[in-house]
């Protein structure tokens, strides 16, 4: 278990979270590649801070600080994906096809 | 580094738990059942837990398998609520832009990685027999309190705002009531650009189905939500 | 390793006995009570064969795999859980530093796991009981955290052994009195029983295990009276002092505390009163989370004082 | 520096009087009348105090200006003159432009009393300038024909290729000693000498209207009467005579100098006298008294008596200044200036007896003040050499000619049954100018009596020369003599100089023809030769250059079109099209904004690493 293979772990999962993040149709869907793309930084963050930084703390902050960014992101997204539901009845990026001038 | 076991063992907890994390990863966007696709998303975050706790981030480990769990619990339920075909009755592909996504996912992944084969990183490893847990909650009310705290507000904030926004009438009528545009007559349709009904979602067949339990849509298989799901496999790459 | 092996030993007779000694308590209780159910030491394995015995009933399109992964996973996590309970000093399977985290995490795979059971069958009534155990399980998860944050905070330490040793004085029972008794409703929704019981419950047929026939009912049901082992295990640890006790070795007196909290656990789960499940959401979001909050605070003044 | 206020008050004033537009005669006559006032009383005061002025101008060019016991005289005899010419000018002219007129010929009296005061050679060309450029504003004054400006534009290339010489000079003497002092041009030596003294002569002898300078003279007489009188008496001409006086102590040691201005004043004496006894234009007459009078003073300086030039100058001014003025009110009265047209002695008997006393002086008789000074030249000329006498006697002789055939045309009775015709009579105010010159030149006449000619001599620092009183017998004699010829033509040959060979003649003996033939044309010749090399050689490169640009720009419509126009253009609808994919990257799906930002973060690594 070396720094490397740790961070080649987590460029592959960063990389699929982006696959997934791009390719979805699906609001929920979109939201599992951010997430996996955020599993990957937090195993990143974690690596750097066991091999890197002679166990200070700050290392293991910035993960759980990533933690917390991915809750604030799934409860904004969550209710951002509701209020769009009630209001154009879309549950895929399609549905709304306005955000434009 | 030999937290259980031997050095040897560890590697190979390393490697099991990287291509568990790795493989379930990837399922995530293969699997056609919504709630596979989440929980397989959930033992991808596991095994990363458990890879951090073989980094002696003991806390941060354990702390992503809880905070995982719940968060892709409520994932899941999101799920079984928006999507069709819950349970993958059916092949399903709903992509769009497919072949640019794989270039960028593996673009972003080979680049990443040249990056970290090609950098040379300092080496300093965690010391044996520090305790990391003291070294956190010390760090997190003490060192780092403010950046604590704010991160607590702002997940304060977060749900404040999340209810905000789910709410489907709030005090002052609305939940969006500022964001349409005024009737062109009193209480008449809104002006401006009209919703595009439709547009690549042929899902729920419309007609505010989010209203009807599930008792009914189970019952209705004939005009239902799965009779659709064949045609969801188009695929805009 | 002979540590871990006798403690491995150990877990295996506390969680066969557990089993055992529930699945005999249960029908007891049952009996008293409602005048259904079997009584009788044997009855638990007379029911198990009935159940293996069964044809096993296939739904239609059911998602198999985590049908059999749920029921795994619960008996599965129910062992994780007690595995990090100590059965005397340095005696535990799983010695971890941040086991009480470790419970927690348990805690809230148990709700994915009951969840995904409910799911897999593909059938309305064990779909409806997994959102409902959902909605109440997940709540109910907050006031236990505080509460094992309480129970954390005389030991200075995350690791259930610090807590028995925080504990030689006096148990936690009585120095953070309002600790247990919200401990033991988190396992009343653990192990899907009682007014908690909003997975499996009767008023569903079942519930989550509506569909479940054969070796599969058999091992849910082995697996929520694991649970219930493994939840007794980490209250009896974390309040009653673990293995704590005079004379006898440690691990006896974990055993006999461990059947003490089922027994409660048991008794209330027939004892108290099922509510819907709006008012149950009312009652963890406004009662019973405000008094966790209140034992957090009454855990930090003494550990002040 | 007070000295300054000599020239700079009529200067000033002048210019201010000729910006002021149409003003009446009254207002205008006061005020030339008090400006020169003004400049006379500063002259007189100047003169009994002895002012000075310098100017420091640069540590290399100082200006100073100073009175001789001669430059005193003519500062004081300036304004005197110009006060009744000005007054005359303000009752006579035309209106048109009167206050221009009036402004510059003050003006034009300001760069004489600078000429006159001035102590180095710079000062001196500054107002030497100053007047060149008046007598051509002057002559060219009634514009609106368009001969005039013709005749001012001659006089002034003529004055202007004298004034070469004085710029030679100047740049010699300062090239030589560093400044512009007069005293430096005794100093000098060799042919820088030679270079000031013939240069400054040069110069006097084309402003005197010396041979061969005289014909701009007779152009010169485009300017109204008054202009005319101003110029030949008290200023411009009169400034050519003056330098070569003021500046004859200086001069004197220059070889050849002085035998060279007796050469062109005599030649330019008996040139002129002839040519006044055949012209038949009044003013051409006097025009060409003038130059032969101005030879007579050559002749005296040449002769070593430069104080007797100044006296005859002053005198030539108290005369010659009446005459012109006469004859523009002769002219005016008869619409012409031809002699034997005028005769005006019924309509105008006052002007008549008016000129009479000014052509006394003109023909030298005995009691007149041009009498007086006439006979002094022939003394200071009989001490350089009888012949020489003999010639200015000769002068004389014309002049006494051309003086009675003027007076006797101009102002005798014609007869009685003539055609009758309609003259104008100018009323008493318009004649107190003339009436006070002639008054002036009868005053001089007191010369002829010993003491006051004495006391003259004494102010001026001269001594006066003393002559035989044979000389002074024969000069008598051949002015009687040419009484006599002058007598004879009016009554004989009244029309002499109108027609035929004399009417040749009396335009200089043909000289204007001769400058014609031998510098006019050939310089006309070189001139349309270098015009037709210029067509043809020098045009041909720039036709060629332009013929070039033009293949070039036919060229560059040809290829360059599409290049210059295909860049803007091309680049238009390049953007164009940009612009419209750019508008459909905007789809409204935020999987494509999302694409997009990923493009942009992949761009961005790219250009870190590459830039790494």
Redesign the interface.
Same mark, same amino acid.
């Given at each position: 278990?070396t720094?490397?293979? %740790?961070?080649?772990?987590?460029?592959?999962?960063? =990389?699929? +979270?982006?696959?997934?993040?791009?390719? @979805?149709?699906?609001?929920?869907? /979109?939201?599992?590649?951010l997430?996996?793309m955020l599993?990957g930084t937090?195993?990143a963050a974690? +690596?750097f801070?066991?091999?890197?930084?002679? =166990?200070a703390?700050?290392g @293991?902050?910035l993960? %759980? /600080?990533v933690?917390?960014v991915?809750?604030?992101e799934?409860? %904004?997204g969550?209710?951002?994906?509701?209020?769009v539901?009630?209001?154009?009845?879309?549950?895929?990026?399609? +549905? %709304? =096809?306005?955000?434009? @001038? | 580094m030999g937290r259980i076991g031997g050095t040897g063992m560890t590697d190979l907890l390393f490697y099991a738990l990287s291509a568990l994390a790795i493989w379930s990863g990837w399922r995530v966007f293969r699997v056609d059942s919504m709630i596979r696709a989440t929980f397989a998303l959930m033992v991808s975050f596991t095994s990363v837990g458990g890879i951090a706790v073989l980094m002696a981030a003991d806390y941060i480990g354990v702390a992503t398998v809880f905070m995982m769990a719940v968060e892709m619990m409520v994932m899941g339920l999101f799920m079984v609520m928006f999507m069709m075909n819950p349970a993958g009755l059916n092949p399903m592909q709903m992509v769009h832009q497919y072949k640019f996504s794989i270039a960028a996912g593996v673009l972003g992944f080979v680049g990443l990685a040249t990056a970290v084969l090609l950098t040379n990183f300092p080496d300093n490893p965690l010391p044996e027999n520090r305790d990391t847990l003291r070294d956190l909650g010390i760090e997190l009310l003490g060192g780092s309190m403010l950046i604590f705290e704010t991160a607590g507000v702002t997940l304060l904030a977060t749900m404040v705002g999340a209810v905000a926004l789910s709410s489907r009438r709030g005090r002052f009528g609305d939940s969006d009531a500022g964001a349409a545009p005024p009737g062109l007559h009193p209480g008449g349709e809104p002006a401006g650009r009209k919703v595009e009904k439709g547009g690549g979602h042929g899902g729920h067949g419309g007609h505010g189905g989010h209203q009807m339990n599930m008792e009914k849509t189970k019952q209705d298989s004939s005009d239902d939500p799965h009779k659709g799901h064949g045609n969801m496999s188009e695929t805009e790459a | 390793m002979m540590t871990f092996a006798l403690a491995f030993a150990i877990l295996i007779l506390v969680l066969a006995l557990g089993i055992w000694f529930a699945a005999v308590l249960d029908g007891v209780f049952s009996r008293q009570l409602s005048g259904h159910g079997t009584a009788g030491l044997l009855a638990p394995f007379h029911a198990s064969a009935v159940y293996l015995t069964q044809q096993r009933l296939r739904t239609e399109a059911p998602d198999q795999l985590n049908w059999f992964l749920s029921i795994a996973g619960y008996l599965s996590v129910a062992a994780i859980g007690l595995a990090v309970v100590p059965f005397g000093p340095d005696l535990a399977v799983i010695g971890l530093d941040t086991s009480v985290v470790f419970w927690g995490a348990c805690e809230s795979l148990i709700v994915v796991l009951v969840f995904l059971h409910g799911w897999s069958p593909n059938s309305p009534l064990s779909l409806i009981g997994a959102y409902r155990y959902v909605a109440i399980g997940l709540p109910i998860m907050l006031p236990s955290m505080f509460v094992l944050i309480a129970v954390a905070i005389p030991a200075q330490s995350l690791d259930l052994r610090d807590i028995v040793t925080s504990q030689e004085t006096v148990w936690n029972v009585i120095r953070q009195p309002l600790g247990l008794p919200l401990f033991l409703l988190l396992g009343l929704s653990l192990t899907l029983r009682g007014p908690f019981d909003y997975a499996d419950s009767d008023d569903l047929a079942g519930g989550t295990s509506a569909e479940d026939s054969g070796a599969n009912r058999a091992g849910w049901q082995v697996a929520r009276l694991a649970m219930l082992v493994g939840f007794s295990a980490v209250a009896s640890t974390a309040f009653l002092g673990g293995y704590l006790g005079p004379v006898l070795p440690g691990f006896v007196w974990v055993i006999i505390k461990t059947l003490v909290v089922m027994a409660i656990v048991i008794g209330l789960s027939h004892l108290l009163v099922r509510l819907p499940v709006a008012r149950m959401l009312g009652l963890i979001w406004k009662i019973l989370l405000p008094i966790s909050f209140l034992d957090l605070l009454w855990a930090g003044l003494v550990a002040l004082a | 520096m007070t000295l300054w206020l000599l020239p700079l008050v009529p200067i000033i004033a002048g210019a201010f009087i000729a910006t002021l537009g149409d003003r009446s005669r009254l207002l205008l006559g006061i005020m030339a009348v008090a400006t020169l006032a003004a400049t006379l009383v500063l002259a007189l005061l100047g003169v009994s105090q002895d002012w000075t002025a310098t100017l420091v101008w640069t540590d290399a060019i100082r200006l100073s200006a100073a009175f001789v016991p001669v430059s005193a005289a003519v500062a004081i005899m300036v304004p005197t003159v110009a006060i009744a010419v000005v007054f005359h000018a303000t009752q006579n002219e035309s209106k048109t432009g009167l206050a221009r007129l009036i402004g510059l010929m003050i003006l034009f009296t300001g760069g004489m009393e600078l000429v006159v005061v001035a102590n180095d050679l710079l000062t001196l060309l500054i107002g030497w300038e100053l007047i060149g450029a008046c007598s051509w504003a002057l002559i060219s004054h009634k514009w609106r024909q368009i001969d005039n400006p013709q005749s001012g534009l001659y006089a002034f290339v003529t004055t202007r290729t004298g004034d070469l010489g004085l710029f030679a000079a100047l740049m010699a003497l300062f090239t030589a000693t560093g400044s512009f002092d007069y005293a430096g041009i005794q100093n000098l030596g060799g042919p820088l000498q030679w270079v000031v003294g013939f240069g400054i002569l040069f110069s006097a002898a084309s402003k005197a209207g010396q041979v061969p300078f005289s014909p701009w003279l007779f152009r010169a007489m485009a300017g109204p009467s008054s202009v005319s009188a101003l110029l030949h008496a008290a200023t411009l001409v009169a400034a050519g005579a003056y330098l070569v006086v003021r500046l004859h102590p200086y001069l004197a040691e220059v070889p050849g100098f002085e035998a060279t201005a007796i050469a062109i004043g005599l030649t330019t004496a008996l040139a002129g006298g002839i040519t006044g006894v055949l012209q038949d234009h009044a003013k051409r007459l006097l025009a060409a008294s003038t130059s032969a009078q101005l030879g007579f003073m050559f002749v005296a300086v040449g002769a070593g008596y430069p104080g007797i030039a100044v006296l005859h100058m002053i005198v030539h001014a108290t005369f010659k200044a009446p005459l012109f003025l006469s004859a523009g009110i002769a002219g005016e009265a008869a619409g012409t200036y031809q002699l034997d047209r005028l005769r005006l002695g019924r309509e105008l008997p006052v002007v008549a007896i008016i000129t009479l006393v000014a052509v006394a002086g003109l023909a030298g008789l005995v009691g007149s003040a041009g009498g007086w000074s006439k006979e002094e030249i022939v003394k200071a000329s009989e001490h350089t050499g009888f012949w020489l006498a003999l010639s200015v006697m000769a002068g004389g002789t014309l002049s006494a000619a051309y003086a009675t055939r003027f007076q006797l045309l101009a102002y005798g009775r014609r007869d009685k049954d003539a055609d009758s015709r309609v003259t104008t009579v100018p009323g008493w105010v318009a004649l107190i100018g003339i009436a006070a010159l002639s008054a002036m030149t009868l005053i001089l006449s007191l010369l002829w009596f010993s003491p006051v000619a004495e006391s003259a001599a004494a102010a001026l620092d001269i001594i006066l020369p003393k002559g035989s009183p044979l000389v002074f017998a024969l000069s008598l004699l051949l002015v009687l003599i040419g009484i006599a010829i002058g007598v004879y033509l009016v009554r004989y040959r009244p029309a002499l100089g109108a027609t035929g060979s004399s009417a040749a003649a009396s335009d200089w003996l043909g000289l204007p023809k001769l400058i014609d033939i031998v510098l006019i044309q050939p310089a006309d010749a070189i001139a349309r030769a270098a015009a037709r090399t210029d067509d043809r050689v020098v045009d041909r490169g720039i036709r060629g250059t332009a013929a070039f640009g033009d293949w070039l720009a036919r060229l560059g419509d040809r290829f360059g079109e599409a290049a210059t126009d295909g860049i803007p253009e091309g680049t238009a609808r390049l953007t164009e099209m940009f612009s419209h994919d750019l508008r459909r990257l905007q789809t409204g799906l935020s999987h494509h904004y999302y694409a997009y930002i990923i493009g942009g973060v992949f761009i961005i690594f790219a250009i870190l690493v590459v830039g790494a």
């Open positions: 278990m720094l490397t293979a %740790i961070l080649i772990v987590a460029a592959a999962l960063f =990389g699929i +979270g982006l696959f997934g993040a791009l390719s @979805q149709k699906s609001f929920v869907m /979109l939201m599992m590649g997430e996996m599993n937090l195993l974690v +690596g801070w066991a091999f890197t930084l002679e =166990g703390p700050k @293991q902050l993960a %759980i /600080l933690m917390a991915m809750a604030v799934l409860a %904004i969550f209710a951002l994906v509701v209020a539901y009630r209001k154009r009845e879309a549950d895929v990026i399609e +549905g %709304i =096809g306005t955000m434009k @001038q | - | - | -």
